[in-house]
């Protein structure tokens, strides 16, 4: 749409490709097929044959998506009261037979891959894969992804002027829109996802290896496709892993190259006909469109990056630069596919040829290539690898920061010295925490890798001149600022100058002798692929959308339930042919069964105004027919959220996770309304709009009704009384919106209108993501816990709160809040009836310490970014504290004691906040977190608020 650029218009504009996703007919939905089947007759009389009844198909599923082996199943079934329920299948063999006979999925081939006779392998080498487009076809079709599903790239500005992009998926880039620039009229483009990495099959011992090739679609929400439970990622192909008889490994390693981007070729043929020519295909309405299938993304780690790119060693596969160039901090010519394929041809143009490997090897390493002779990318169309290969933040970010960031400060702040910060900070309900330090730890996962990024900046602070703290602070700005869902201009200018900042402050690393090798020896250089591969992320963003939609974590979640579950519940025997078994059973089970829900629930999924019934064959006329007998009429529904409601399959994994996130928000309405709740409310919300942040207590509380002075005593607060007292005097001055601050009432003597209170430990806050006001963020547990065994001066934990109710959290970031150090939770035993409660204290309240930010050149400080907070105290010296409701609570944070030197041998974890008096707010705690306090750019777009 076109749009005058005087004055901008409210609200962002969206541009989407003219013409581009053209309905060219009506097809066969995910029920025609069900309706097609060869057993379509049987199940007008039963609809789950070929189980007999909705119970024994009940069963059947259980027993196929549980664990046991089919030796447990038999024993299961040899039970007497299983026997009395007379089950046509008695054997776990037949119950896999009587699997075979569900509707067909995509099938699975195999095809022995020849060796050359003078590089034989010591094991048959055998490619196991599924065509591609059929398992494409298959995954577009399901109605559960619909409302994710898009077909049309466009272009977000943030206003009519068109001056400031916004890129939020994959077809909001220049890449998409290049690409459907460049196919016919009309044309639909489907942008394919590909992810290979070897995954260790065996447990212990065995040395069995699998080599996945996984498939999806890049048309989806990321916020859809990052879920693994959903399995949105098939498995496309095992490719063989060779043992070669070959003794030299550099000889090795090119047949291997080799075989890899063959088996690629046979696998991908299809896609790429489909990119060439185009490809009728359903969408899960129906819809049939013209499709096209360039290649959008390969999420592989590094070394599959450089194998698919075809480099060698020291080779940047995104851009220009080898290793001399690696920690220049220039971003390099992106390395074109022409130039790669010149490189091979001009190995040949002397007269050195493929099949005399040892020269053509020694020859490319010379050329900068791997051995590969014919790439899988070279009649690919569209295919570029330096854009296709997008950065992978599970390996290019996380494992980096392991591999290198967190040696960095280990070497230079020492291993004891940073191991007994680690063990002394306060844990948090739902992170973890080192108290044996981070030196030691071996196996290191990507969650593992994440958690020490938490507090790693603030807990080395002070330890190390501050210059190594900005450069090491630097990268994590970068990755942070680099997983948000959204970006402009800005916030993408914001990630290149994080990594611009590291390259100015890199050299303090080699000054103080941090950057070692294994035998403590200083490295002088920064040959670094990973730091390469940081400058193609800016580049990225423009071009293929946010970062985070092409991270591995899902991938490498997949393998465990495509590949390793499999192999392992089989008899060790030709794992490949069981894992193909074992997927092709799961996808049956699955697909029946949200067949035969949606039957069951009279659900027709397709789009109300398709007229007719072409593409249903007979079954679907024989299935009118019966309708009519039973005065009974399909709903007619085109939306995945609208279906969910509607099913109840026999498992309700099928729509994700078994453990939904809570929403304390709804809960809240909800018991609102409940006239016979207890009052107060145990799930209530924020005090301004009902929609900022949501909380949940324990029905009873957790210490038994206490009086104010056992309050004091426990919890060693002298003033709480005089708190109560000064809560009571703004309650009558009909204060909204309370603050910690002003002096104590100067009539003290006045007795309260209560005397006794009821107190909880703990409260679990919930707030909406930054980014999406509409989506809920993950429940945090706030501690206010009195001294216990273990916890000598109790257990608090620190919590933004709001002072001015004008400011909004979290896109104010700390402007109208506070940090405050949570002391008690509690509520006020009200006096029997018929006496009327006390006025304003029928709510959850808590008494807090304010923690006043320090002022800084300028706040906050330029190595750390971290704000400083330090204890407010009165003119006596005693902390500033006061009650406030709880509704004012905001989020719950992580404050980190600044040490100015080396901190105290006697300090524990559940002594050291208690000891300190100036703490660093921990932007680093979590990504919303950091969001907030950084005040990242939110790029409102019309599908987020």
């Known amino acids: 749409m076109d749009v005058d650029s005087g004055e901008a218009t409210s609200g962002p504009c969206t541009i989407h490709f003219p013409g581009a996703g053209k309905v060219v007919s009506c097809g066969a939905t995910y029920l025609d097929g069900f309706n097609d089947d060869r057993f379509s007759e049987e199940r007008k009389e039963n609809l789950y044959y070929p189980f007999s009844s909705r119970p024994e198909w009940e069963m059947a599923s259980f027993l196929l998506n549980s664990s046991l082996s089919m030796q447990e199943i038999d024993h299961y079934l040899q039970l007497e009261l299983t026997k009395q329920n007379n089950l046509s299948f008695k054997t776990a063999q037949r119950l896999h037979e009587i699997t075979d006979l569900l509707p067909p999925v995509p099938t699975w081939r195999a095809r022995v891959m020849k060796t050359t006779p003078l590089y034989p392998s010591r094991t048959p080498v055998v490619l196991y894969y599924r065509n591609?487009?059929?398992?494409?076809?298959?995954?577009?079709?399901?109605?559960?992804?619909?409302?994710?599903?898009?077909?049309?790239?466009?272009?977000?500005?943030?206003?009519?002027?068109?001056l400031v992009r916004v890129y939020d998926s994959w077809l909001s880039g220049n890449r998409a829109w290049q690409m459907q620039s460049q196919l016919p009229e009309g044309a639909t483009l489907l942008g394919t996802i590909l992810s290979s990495d070897k995954t260790t099959v065996s447990v212990i011992t065995g040395n069995r290896v699998a080599h996945p090739l996984l498939i999806s679609l890049a048309n989806m929400n990321t916020d859809l496709l990052s879920k693994a439970s959903l399995y949105l990622f098939?498995?496309?192909?095992?490719?063989?892993?060779?043992?070669?008889?070959?003794?030299?490994?550099?000889?090795?390693?090119?047949?291997?190259?080799?075989?890899?981007?063959e088996c690629l070729d046979i696998v991908l043929e299809p896609l790429k006909t489909a990119a060439s020519i185009g490809c009728l295909m359903s969408d899960p309405v129906g819809q049939v469109r013209v499709c096209y299938t360039p290649l959008a993304s390969a999420i592989v780690d590094t070394p599959e990056a450089s194998l698919i790119a075809c480099t060698g060693g020291k080779t940047s596969?995104?851009?220009?630069?080898?290793?001399?160039?690696?920690?220049?901090?220039?971003?390099?010519?992106?390395r074109l596919a022409t130039a790669t394929l010149q490189a091979i041809d001009s190995i040949q143009a002397r007269n050195i040829f493929p099949q005399d490997?040892?020269?053509?090897?020694?020859?490319?390493?010379t050329a900068r290539t791997n051995g590969v002779v014919s790439p899988f990318w070279r009649d690919w169309p569209l295919a570029e690898p330096c854009k296709f290969l997008t950065p992978e933040p599970l390996h290019h970010w996380h494992k980096m920061f392991w591999d290198h960031d967190a040696k960095w400060a280990i070497q230079a702040v020492g291993a004891s010295h940073i191991d007994f910060r680690f063990s002394i900070h306060q844990p948090i309900v739902g992170y973890r925490s080192f108290k044996e330090g981070i030196s030691s730890l071996k196996q290191v996962t990507g969650r593992a890798q994440r958690d020490v990024q938490r507090y790693l900046i603030p807990l080395i602070s002070g330890a190390v001149i501050p210059k190594f703290i900005t450069a090491l602070r630097a990268l994590m700005d970068f990755r942070y600022a680099g997983q948000a869902p959204r970006f402009n201009q800005t916030s993408t200018l914001r990630v290149q100058t994080a990594l611009n900042e590291f390259h100015e402050n890199k050299d303090i690393i080699q000054d103080l002798k941090a950057r070692?090798?294994?035998k403590g020896v200083p490295i002088v250089h920064w040959e670094i692929p990973k730091l390469e591969f940081m400058q193609s992320v800016a580049p990225s963003i423009s071009a293929s959308g946010p970062i985070m939609q092409w991270t591995a974590d899902t991938t490498e979640h997949a393998h465990i339930t495509l590949v390793k579950d499999p192999a392992r519940s089989g008899n060790n025997h030709d794992f490949e042919v069981q894992i193909c078994r074992h997927l092709d059973r799961q996808s049956r089970v699955r697909r029946f069964d949200l067949v035969t829900a949606m039957v069951d629930a009279g659900v027709d999924f397709r789009l109300d105004d398709i007229e007719g019934d072409e593409g249903r064959g007979d079954i679907g006329h024989d299935r009118e027919e019966r309708d009519k007998e039973d005065e009974?009429?399909?709903?007619?529904?085109?939306?995945?959220?609208?279906?969910?409601?509607?099913?109840?399959?026999?498992?309700?994994?099928l729509f994700g996770s078994f453990r939904p996130k809570q929403n304390f928000f709804l809960k809240a309405r909800l018991l609102k309304q409940d006239a016979s709740a207890l009052l107060?409310?145990?799930?209530?919300?924020?005090?301004?709009?009902?929609e900022i942040s949501a909380f949940k207590v324990n029905r009873d509380p957790d210490l038994k009704t206490l009086t104010i002075e056992q309050v004091s005593d426990l919890y060693s607060l002298p003033d709480f009384s005089g708190a109560c007292l000064d809560f009571l005097e703004r309650i009558q001055a009909k204060t909204q919106t309370f603050v910690i601050g002003g002096r104590r009432s100067l009539n003290q003597s006045i007795s309260l209108p209560f005397t006794r209170v009821k107190v909880w430990s703990r409260i679990c806050i919930q707030t909406k993501t930054y980014f999406n006001t509409d989506i809920l963020a993950d429940s945090h547990t706030i501690f206010a816990a009195p001294p216990s065994p273990g916890w000598e001066f109790g257990r608090q934990n620190a919590a933004v709160v709001n002072i001015n109710s004008s400011f909004e959290w979290p896109r104010s970031s700390l402007e109208g809040h506070?940090?405050?150090?949570?002391?008690?939770?509690?509520?006020?035993?009200?006096?029997?009836?018929?006496?009327?409660?006390v006025d304003g204290t029928h709510r959850f309240l808590a008494y807090c310490e304010r923690l006043d930010v320090v002022n800084q050149p300028p706040p906050p400080l330029e190595y750390r970014r971290c704000f400083v907070l330090k204890r407010a105290r009165r003119v006596d010296g005693t902390p500033f504290g006061d009650i406030i409701p709880v509704s004012q609570f905001r989020s719950l944070v992580d404050i980190c004691p600044r040490y100015r030197s080396t901190p105290h041998a006697s300090l524990t974890r559940s002594s050291s906040q208690y000891h300190s008096d100036e703490f660093f707010l921990n932007k680093y705690f979590n990504k919303e977190l950091f969001f907030t306090l950084d005040k990242v750019d939110p790029c409102l777009t019309s599908t987020a608020k």
């Open 516 to 518: 070692v090798n294994p």
């Open 680 to 690: 107060p409310l145990r799930i209530f919300t924020d005090n301004v709009s009902g």
């Open 317 to 334: 596969p995104f851009t220009q630069a080898i290793y001399k160039d690696f920690g220049d901090g220039k971003l390099h010519p992106p």
């Open 234 to 261: 098939n498995l496309l192909a095992l490719l063989p892993v060779p043992k070669y008889i070959e003794r030299k490994t550099s000889v090795r390693g090119v047949l291997e190259n080799r075989l890899y981007h």
């Open 357 to 365: 490997l040892p020269a053509y090897q020694r020859a490319s390493v």
């Open 818 to 837: 506070c940090v405050v150090l949570v002391k008690i939770i509690f509520t006020v035993a009200q006096p029997r009836k018929p006496s009327p409660p």
């Open 632 to 653: 009974e009429v399909d709903v007619k529904i085109s939306s995945s959220e609208e279906l969910i409601t509607r099913l109840n399959p026999v498992s309700q994994k």
């Open 132 to 162: 591609t487009v059929e398992v494409l076809q298959d995954l577009m079709k399901s109605p559960l992804i619909c409302d994710s599903l898009n077909f049309t790239p466009l272009q977000i500005f943030e206003d009519s002027r068109k």
